[in-house]
Structures are given as structure tokens and as C-alpha cells.
């Protein structure tokens, strides 16, 4: 081969992977609750994050979404998600370029809560399968090619499961390797871990026996020791990945009534909140030979999150606190850093996405987004967009509650039956 053939060759395979590469940041997928690491942030090129100089135009809407709270989860250019007609609880799978079903497939009575019947956790996707929780605790392994279930258990049953509160089961259950990890809750133990292909136990927290909350867990490696954490009805704890054996645990006496958000892992620290005054906790890990010992660095009422989730962004938390309105605090310090009242933006609650340096921010009452910088420096918008249209489906309140998602280069809104999907590239 001549340098003229090597340079050639050179510069061909160079191409290839630059393209591939940009192929990978651009098709990124959304395989589970709050994206592929659970911290409910998105690292993709080419988005338009200005929407004060283009509105994202609206690709489709999915009016068969039925009752419920869930959000999508997103492989490859297929949406899975939950929902209720009057009867049943089901999946389904969308196109998402068409924005037409590819199938329906029922899974259980139609849960029924005062707030709002159906599901409220997210589907995870683990390759051919899907992996599922609802409202009353049966956890479900179906086909993603046609939502046929492979197997179910049942967190009451055969788990000794108990929830803090009467709102039903939320969790977005976790795959790890081979296991399926979730939360029954109860006397028998808070936390197991099943066979992802069996739905066989493999392992109970015998030793944490709170009940469940409504939060979802994370892994994390720290100080060399795989292990989940997750908020329960009492606290925040970490457990083996190898055996279920409690690790630490932090109590929180305040917790009341229903724990919520996902835990926030950073550098063998964990930053957690609560609605219902339970306020935030910030907690550092440190290991001597093989115990592990959780101190809090602080613990105050700056993010008292209820619900709709917290993001860490260059060393900030951001989301809405029921104290004061959207917040941006100092991971390292508790400190405020600023807030914006609820009354300058819709007036409700809601929920929070990182987005490159940005945030999309979603309020419950009207379904209004729009589009921050991820700074300290103060509320800073890029434009504002409405939601196409309200559910004509009541409940309590009538909030949009689910949770936005992104994967490539699409934004997903759920209200209720309604599911639009728009264009960020």
C-alpha cells in the first residue's frame, strides 16, 4: 500500500468515526426513569435550547394514552409507556416518528386512587424486555415486541410489601446486570433484588424493614462497594448489590406522609429531599475497613421538593421546593443561591430537566415549559411553550404530573391520555 493509500485510508477511517460519533450523540436513547444514569439529565448535541428564537414545532400527538401519571421511556425510535381505560391497567409501544401504536397490551386491574387511577412509575427497558411496576405492587416482565408478560410477582404477596401511604406503588423499577431491583417495602425487608429473566428472589434487606415511599433507587460505586440507595418511609440507606445487606442509613424523622424524589449521587455524597416540611439532606460517605459511615453535612428547608424531582448541575441543585417557589442551591454549602416565586411562573409546582448548560422546567397547573440557564446567577428564561392542548380527564387537581423526557433530539409531554412529542433538533 502507497502513503498515498495509507493517508487516504487514514482519513476515511477518521470520517467514520467522527460520524459515528455525532450519530451517538445525536441518537441518544431514554431507557428508564430520569435517563441512563437516573439524574435526570441529557447530554446531547444540536438541540434548540432557544425557544425565544424558535418554538420546538410539534411532531404528533398519541391521544390513547389513557389515565395515569407515567412517563415514557424510549429505544431506538420506539416509545413504551403505561396507562388505564376503565377497566384495565396496560402498556403500549409508539413509532416514534409516526407517532402511530405498534401495540396495546393489558397487565392488570385498573389501579384507583382519590388522586388519580393508573400507573405512576416508568417502564424500564432492558433489550428485548420490559420491566414494570404498578399501583397495586405487581412488578411484570413483559416482551418489548408485543407487551406479552414473561412473568410477575406481586410486592404484597410474595414479598411481605407495605407502602407508607394509600397512593400506590411508583416506582420505576432499576436493572442492574441480572437483577431487577425494587421496593416492596415491610417487615420482611425494604429492598429486593429478582432474577430479571425468573422473577425469583435473589435477595431481601432482612435488616432495613421500613416501608416503601414512592421514590425510585440508584446505583452508585462507593469506596469500591457496588450498592442501591433509596429513600423509604423513614430515611435514606444503601445496600450490597452483592447480598442486600444494609450498608448505612440515615433516619429522618420528619418524613411523613409520602417520600418522593429519586436520591442524588455525587463523589461518595447523597443529597436527598422531601416534601410535607421534611426539607433535604446532604450526606457524605466515608468507609473504615469494611463499614460504611453516612454523615450529614446539612440538613435545612432551602429544596423541600415534594415532587417533581431535583437535578445536579456544575455543583447546584435546581428544582421547585414547597418553600419559596424554584430554587438553585449550593450542592456543597445548603446555601440559596437564588429563587424564583411560584406566582412568576404558572403558579404551581413541577418538574425539572437538565439539558446541556440549560433546564427545561415544567409547572403542574397549565403544562407551561421553558427554558433556563443552569447558573447561579439567577432565573435567566430562553423562551416559553404551552402545551398544545389540556386532558379532558379530571382528577383532583388536574397537574401534569408526569415527567418530561428527551431522547434524540425529542421532547415527550404527557397530560393524562394526551402524549405529544416535539422537535428539539
Known amino acids: 500500500m502507497t502513503n498515498k493509500s495509507k493517508s487516504v485510508l487514514s482519513l476515511f477511517c477518521l470520517t467514520a468515526l467522527l460520524t459515528m460519533g455525532a450519530m451517538a450523540l ?3 436513547d431514554w431507557t428508564q426513569w430520569r435517563g441512563e444514569n437516573r439524574e435526570g439529565v441529557v447530554k446531547q448535541a444540536g438541540l434548540n435550547l432557544d425557544w425565544e428564537k424558535k418554538k420546538p414545532p410539534l411532531l404528533w400527538t398519541y391521544r390513547q394514552a389513557g389515565v395515569g401519571f407515567s412517563s415514557p421511556s424510549v429505544a431506538g425510535t420506539t416509545l413504551y409507556m403505561t396507562g388505564s381505560d376503565i377497566e384495565n391497567d396496560f402498556a403500549f409501544a409508539v413509532d416514534t416518528r409516526t407517532g402511530k401504536e405498534l401495540w396495546k397490551q393489558v397487565v392488570g386491574e385498573r389501579f384507583r386512587q382519590e388522586w388519580g ?9 432492558d433489550g428485548n424486555r420490559l420491566y414494570l411496576i404498578l399501583g397495586t405492587g405487581q412488578i411484570l416482565c413483559l416482551s418489548a415486541a408485543d407487551g406479552k408478560i414473561v412473568w410477575q410477582k406481586n410486592f404484597i404477596t410474595d414479598f411481605g410489601g407495605k407502602i407508607m401511604s394509600d397512593w400506590g406503588y411508583s416506582e420505576s423499577p432499576l436493572i442492574d446486570g441480572n437483577l431487577v431491583v425494587c421496593t416492596p417495602g415491610g417487615g420482611r425487608g425494604t429492598m429486593v433484588a429478582l432474577d430479571k429473566n425468573t422473577g425469583n428472589l435473589v435477595w431481601q434487606s432482612k435488616e432495613w424493614t421500613d416501608d416503601a415511599g414512592y421514590s425510585s433507587p440508584i446505583v452508585a460505586v462507593v469506596h469500591g462497594t457496588r450498592q442501591y440507595i433509596q429513600q423509604s418511609s423513614k430515611g435514606v ?5 452483592a447480598d442486600g445487606k444494609l450498608l448505612w442509613r440515615v433516619a429522618n424523622p420528619g418524613y411523613q406522609t409520602a417520600v418522593i424524589p429519586t436520591p442524588v449521587y455525587h463523589d461518595n455524597t447523597v443529597f436527598v429531599s422531601s416534601g410535607y416540611n421534611a426539607g433535604c439532606m446532604y450526606i457524605r460517605l466515608a468507609k473504615e475497613g469494611n463499614q460504611f459511615k453516612a454523615e450529614t453535612v446539612y440538613s435545612n428547608n432551602v429544596m423541600t421538593n415534594q415532587h417533581g424531582g431535583v437535578v445536579l448541575m456544575n455543583g447546584h441543585i435546581y428544582g421547585f421546593s414547597d418553600v419559596g417557589g424554584w430554587v438553585c442551591q449550593n450542592l456543597a454549602t445548603g446555601a440559596q443561591a437564588w429563587v424564583q416565586a ?7 409546582k413541577g418538574t425539572v430537566l437538565g439539558v446541556n448548560d440549560r433546564l427545561i422546567v415544567m409547572e403542574e397547573r397549565q403544562g407551561t415549559m421553558a427554558v433556563l440557564a443552569a447558573s ?3 432565573w435567566k428564561e430562553f423562551g416559553r411553550v404551552q402545551i398544545p392542548e389540556r386532558t379532558k380527564i379530571q382528577t383532583r387537581t388536574n397537574s401534569v404530573w408526569a415527567h418530561l423526557v428527551i431522547a434524540d433530539g425529542k421532547l415527550y409531554l404527557r397530560d393524562q391520555d394526551l402524549l405529544f412529542c416535539f422537535d428539539l433538533k
Open 26 to 28: 445525536q441518537a441518544q
Open 117 to 125: 387511577d393508573g400507573p405512576r412509575g416508568s417502564i424500564t427497558i
Open 237 to 241: 440507606a444503601g445496600v450490597s448489590a
Open 342 to 348: 411560584r406566582s412568576a411562573f404558572g403558579g404551581g
Open 376 to 378: 447561579p446567577d439567577g
